[in-house]
Nanobody, 126 residues
């Protein structure tokens, strides 16, 4: 499964961006997905996750209430809507996926994911 992420860019604090991850290689259905990010000099961290049915979501405390993860299985795409962006949101954002038989389960740990995209850079200026 290839997971190219897109939609990153430079935005001012308080602005918004929408990241997309259009999976290819095999049908996206039955793959739980997540977004992670890595800021310069820091470890990659969890941002948000969604079950393959889209019925369950989970967010890191740092983005809760500002970011929204969603997916369209018919388009093999997962999204991350990022509102009220802050300079501390600056990072490379990665999409990840793993197969699962549970339609309502999500995953929050890096090691739980099998496939990773190349990332897209988000820069938030103050």
């Amino acid at each position: 499964v290839q997971l190219p992420a897109s939609g990153g860019g430079l935005v001012q604090a308080g602005g918004f961006l929408r990241l997309s991850c259009a999976a290819s290689g095999r049908p996206f259905r039955m793959y739980a997905t997540g977004w992670f990010r890595q800021a310069p000099g820091k470890e990659r961290e969890f941002v948000a996750a969604i079950s393959w049915r889209g019925t369950s979501t989970y967010y890191a405390d740092s983005v809760k209430g500002r970011f929204t993860i969603s997916r369209e299985n018919a388009k093999n795409t997962v999204y991350l809507q990022m509102d009220s962006l802050k300079p501390e949101d600056t990072a490379v954002y990665y999409c990840a996926a793993r197969p699962t038989s549970s339609g309502s389960y999500y995953y929050r740990q890096l090691h739980e994911y099998d496939y990773w995209g190349q990332g897209t850079l988000v820069t938030v200026s103050s």
